[in-house]
């Protein structure tokens, strides 16, 4: 079909099917999962996904098609945005075929929530260096330690968990990644509120937790390589909107502001031109990736430029739109006022905005690193988290 | 759209790439125009006939495969007549009147473009009278194109009835002059479809992205190599960082002559919004990377021996060249129905 067909025959089918505003009375959660089946069935779900996973095995063209054709609507799908954009990816560049088996259908049809359990209360930006052990029990690994700022861990049935395994190396090195079922005994899920007043995010603790070591993804001590698989696909997933609505339903996109402001104010006009200047830049940087990956060129560290800048004109546009809606914004539950309290959430989520600048720095444009104390250091000799 | 040059176009760059680097690399660039590397860029590169059709003895290409040789050709700071040629074969090839086109793919006739707005009138023997501040590379053009009326014409820059002064440039790699026309000879080219002065700011933009990856490219080249306080100065975030902002305004503006280079050959409906926007957005992006390319090399950046200061200039004038830059930004007010 060519992509025009495509875009059209999505389009149609998502007219029919994204439920509309208002009839969200039941359970969200049920709802969510009812749409990602219907979704799924209808071939729209892990698009450019391998056909032997459960994927359709197309290309990006059709994605993109797909993309442009839900542009308009806001899919309920944001329970699943982690598996779909991190973990599941992972599980398909770095599980063994029995993982990819089990888990891959079930997660593309949402029968199956995903949680990614890396960052810990003394560990986000630099995550290798977490203390939640894992250790090998006869052919069980038994897990003890914290997670936090999980998100939608309380739906979640399975987490990627990045854990200890080993504490006499550097940090890098002793780290093992696994398949973990949150419906197992000894995984608590406290819900955190955010800023916004919202409660997406999670503290997780691990008593006495059994993981099969046939869900260990990679090698022993080797769960870096995989975290950082899956740190590439979290920030391209991010900056391609993965899960998010589109622009449609947010009140501090250009549509709806110049519906709401005076734009006869050649000084408003000027401000509306800025953000479409800025939109249009990210949109078509994002398109221009796509392309690439499409031929073959993989974005690799770049993607960590093109989430820095979505989190960059994520804050500057929530702050634009309450600057030109005025003192309104700020009282009685104005959407704006969430937009702007979830605004933040972007420039700290999949790594924040320095880290973004060290990565760019780094891996794109290759300046030296800086001076690190940390490379060579056994873990238990290492000063870690929050001290005094 | 598309947005990643094709095998044939990377193929160009290269060979324009590789052309500049020996003939006319940036430390040439303060010594200003060469007729001799000018006449090689034209006739072993082909480069003046590129967008010429193939009828007039031109390459018949579009602005994608143009873009990619502006690129070039701003990344080394090209002195001489080749924008302002660009220019005027964009007008031509919009013009009624073609002919001028076979001496420009031939690399024969270096041309220019009077930007509209010009206040030149034609008497009823077709002479044009009026003043033009600034032309581009107004001393090393041969034939002018300026629009009288409605129609396009073309005049004969040594004629009688043509005075041209130099004009002292801010970028001293490329020039401008004050043309004056008393009763200057000319011809007509008719009346020009529309949609030049959108073709002109692609163009212009290609040439601004190619100025903004080599000023990049500059500061991480130096970056790497100076050292303070023990390391180097690519090592401290507070370089670093500014780097890696200055990066992703490179990956955006590349993204944007992209689009605007596909909607010029492809999509015409697109071509207004997408010409705004390559002038709103690779020009600022442009200026900035080009100071701070300036700044971030510290003491040495400020000198005159230096090329941080010509990126800087160019930038800054390209910035300008099309009107102040206020002018796009309307534009795509207007284009939004704000
Ligand atoms: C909305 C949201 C959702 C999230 N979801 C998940 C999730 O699902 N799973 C998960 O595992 N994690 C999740 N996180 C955690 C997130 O990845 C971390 O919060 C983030 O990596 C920052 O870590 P930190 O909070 O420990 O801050 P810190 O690492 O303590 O950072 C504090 C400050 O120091 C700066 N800093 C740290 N290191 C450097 C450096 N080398 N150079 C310069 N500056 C530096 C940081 O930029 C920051 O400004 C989520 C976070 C948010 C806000």
């Not at chain 1, 800086?370 to 056994?378: A, L, N, Q, Y």
């Amino acid at each position: 079909m060519n992509p025009a067909d495509y875009q059209r025959a999505a389009r149609d089918w998502l007219e029919r099917n994204v439920p509309s505003e208002g009839r969200a009375d039941g359970d969200p959660i049920a709802q969510a999962k009812d749409f990602m089946a219907r979704l799924y069935d209808a071939g729209y779900s892990g698009i450019t996904w391998p056909e032997r996973w459960g994927g359709q095995g197309l290309t990006q063209e059709e994605e993109r098609a797909f993309a442009a054709a839900a542009r308009d609507f806001t899919l309920p799908i944001y329970v699943f945005s982690i598996g779909l954009g991190m973990t599941g990816p992972t599980l398909v560049d770095r599980g063994t075929d029995a993982q990819r088996e089990r888990f891959v259908r079930p997660l593309l049809r949402g029968e199956e929530i995903w949680c990614q359990l890396f960052s810990e209360p003394g560990a986000g930006s630099d995550v290798a260096s977490l203390q939640t052990r894992a250790e090998r029990d006869g052919d069980d690994w038994i897990v003890n330690g914290q997670k936090v700022w999980t998100s939608v861990a309380q739906h979640a049935d399975w987490g990627l968990l990045l854990a200890r395994t080993n504490v006499d190396v550097p940090k890098h090195k002793g780290l093992t990644m696994f398949v973990v079922d949150m419906h197992h005994p000894g995984v608590t899920v406290r819900p955190l509120k955010d800023m916004s007043g919202r409660s997406n995010f999670n503290e997780i603790f691990f008593d006495d937790v059994h993981i099969p070591d046939e869900h260990r993804v990679g090698d022993v001590d080797d769960g870096w390589s995989v975290a950082v698989t899956t740190l590439l696909h979290e920030r391209l997933s991010i900056s391609a909107g993965v899960g998010m609505g589109g622009q449609k339903d947010n009140p501090a996109s250009l549509e709806a502001l110049r519906r709401t402001v005076d734009t006869s104010d050649p000084l408003v006009r000027d401000e509306l031109v800025e953000l479409h200047i800025r939109s249009r830049a990210l949109a078509l940087f994002n398109q221009r990736l796509a392309q690439e990956t499409e031929a073959g060129v993989f974005p690799g560290a770049r993607g960590s430029a093109a989430k820095l800048l979505l989190a960059e004109l994520t804050l500057y546009q929530a702050d634009l739109a309450t600057r030109l809606a005025g003192p309104e914004s700020v009282v009685g539950g104005h959407p704006l006022g969430t937009v702007l309290s979830t605004a933040p959430g972007l420039a700290l989520g999949g790594g924040t905005n320095e880290i973004m600048r060290n990565i760019v720095g780094d891996r794109v444009l290759n300046l030296p690193p800086e001076p690190r104390v940390d490379k060579t250091v056994p873990f238990k000799d290492l000063k870690v988290g929050t001290q005094a | 759209m598309k947005l990643v040059p094709s095998q044939e176009q990377r193929e160009l760059r290269a060979a324009v790439r590789d052309f500049l680097a020996a003939a006319s690399p940036p430390a040439k660039a303060r010594q200003g125009h060469d007729p001799e590397v000018y006449a090689r860029l034209n006739g072993e590169l082909g480069l003046s006939g590129l967008i010429v059709p193939e009828e007039y003895g031109g390459a018949g290409a579009g602005f994608a495969e143009l873009a990619v040789a502006l690129e070039e050709t701003g990344a080394v700071l090209l002195p001489g007549p080749f924008l302002a040629t660009v220019f005027a074969a964009v007008a031509l090839t919009r013009a009624p009147d073609k002919e001028l086109l076979a001496g420009i793919a031939e690399g024969r006739v270096a041309a220019t473009l009077a930007l509209p707005g010009a206040d030149v009138t034609a008497d009823d023997t077709g002479r044009l009278s009026g003043t033009l501040p600034q032309v581009l590379s107004g001393m090393e053009a041969d034939v002018l194109l300026v629009t009288a009326g409605s129609a396009l014409h073309a005049v004969d820059l040594t004629a009688e009835g043509v005075t041209r002064t130099p004009l002292e440039t801010l970028d001293i790699t490329r020039g401008q002059a004050r043309v004056v026309l008393d009763g200057a000879p000319a011809r007509t080219l008719g009346e020009p479809a529309d949609g030049i002065a959108d073709r002109l700011a692609v163009a212009l933009a290609a040439e601004q992205l190619g100025v903004l990856r080599a000023a990049l490219d500059a500061i991480v080249g130096y970056a790497k190599i100076r050292v303070a306080f023990g390391r180097y100065i690519g090592s401290y975030q507070g370089v670093k960082h500014k780097l890696a902002d200055m990066h992703g305004k490179l990956e955006q503006a590349e993204s944007i002559v992209r689009y605007a280079a596909w909607a010029a050959d492809e999509a015409p409906d697109e071509l207004p919004g997408a010409a705004a926007l390559a002038q709103a957005y690779v020009g600022r992006a442009c200026f900035e990377v080009a100071r701070d390319s300036l700044l971030l090399h510290g003491g040495i950046g400020y000198t005159w021996e230096h090329d941080a200061h010509l990126y800087f200039k160019r930038a800054k004038t390209d910035e300008v060249l099309l009107g102040p830059p206020r002018l796009h930004r309307a534009r795509i007010a207007d284009l939004l129905e704000l």
